[in-house]
């Protein structure tokens, strides 16, 4: 455990850095060190609830939420994870998915942002509430908030401008984070639940200070691109690492 408190630490850090939540590296992270497969998803979306929900509120203050637009992405992928979160899986297959989905969502992070002057949405942009609800479903399945697969999606079809698409992945990474935690209440009960937290409240004081550190401070270190991409090799590493056994 001692180890996890600063990776959890640093992981929050990076990922606010970049307005996700962190909740595919916390699994993994997790996963690695051992946890029971069947409750690191609790810590997981915890950990997302708590990292994002600042961000959210500094987006909402700042004014720069597209809320109608937003909510019923988040929405409509929201009932998809509490399926996900409801939906018994296998070891196995859980860290085949996990692993897969970390080494994609890398990736995706790697993938360029269109230029600030194409401002004109393409159009796949219109389909995207569609596209958010299988995310959603995945998310719930394997603990994490989904937002991570669908910001490089909303730059790619230049859906909104670069700080509407950080607001709208962080709601979007709440409410599904939110959905996902009662799929799995449902499905392991509360005793269940307070059992994968007991253990791990020392990762979401980490959390939480790394969270506000990211949001907070990190950008006036370091490039946005440069923060994208570190976050994109830890989330890759971490995958191929599930993947490797």
Request: hydrophobic share 55%; net charge positive; glycine share 12%.
């Amino acid at each position: 455990m001692d180890w996890l408190i600063p990776a959890f630490f640093g992981t929050a850090l990076l990922y606010a850095s970049v307005g996700f939540g962190g909740g595919s590296t916390y699994s993994a992270l997790l996963s690695l060190a051992g946890f029971d497969y069947r409750l690191l998803p609790v810590v997981s979306l915890c950990c997302n609830v708590l990292v994002v929900s600042g961000a959210t509120l500094r987006f909402a203050r700042a004014g720069v939420m597209p809320w109608k637009r937003a909510l019923l992405l988040s929405c409509i992928a929201a009932p998809l994870a509490f399926l996900g979160g409801l939906t018994p899986v296998k070891e196995a297959t859980f860290l085949f998915l996990l692993g897969l989905s970390l080494v994609a969502a890398g990736l995706a992070l790697f993938l360029p942002r269109a230029p600030s002057l194409e401002t004109k949405p393409a159009p796949l942009a219109g389909h995207m509430p569609w596209i958010a609800a299988p995310l959603g479903y995945l998310a719930g399945l394997v603990g994490i908030g989904g937002g991570i697969f669908l910001a490089p999606l909303l730059h790619l079809t230049r859906w909104a401008s670069a700080r509407q698409i950080a607001a709208t992945a962080s709601l979007f990474i709440l409410i599904n984070s939110i959905a996902g935690l009662a799929g799995q209440l449902a499905k392991n009960g509360v005793d269940r639940f307070a059992e994968a937290l007991a253990p791990a409240l020392p990762l979401l004081v980490a959390v939480i200070l790394g969270g506000q550190l990211g949001s907070l401070l990190a950008l006036r270190w370091l490039p946005e691109k440069v923060i994208r991409w570190l976050t994109a090799a830890l989330t890759i590493w971490a995958g191929s690492r599930l993947l490797g056994g």
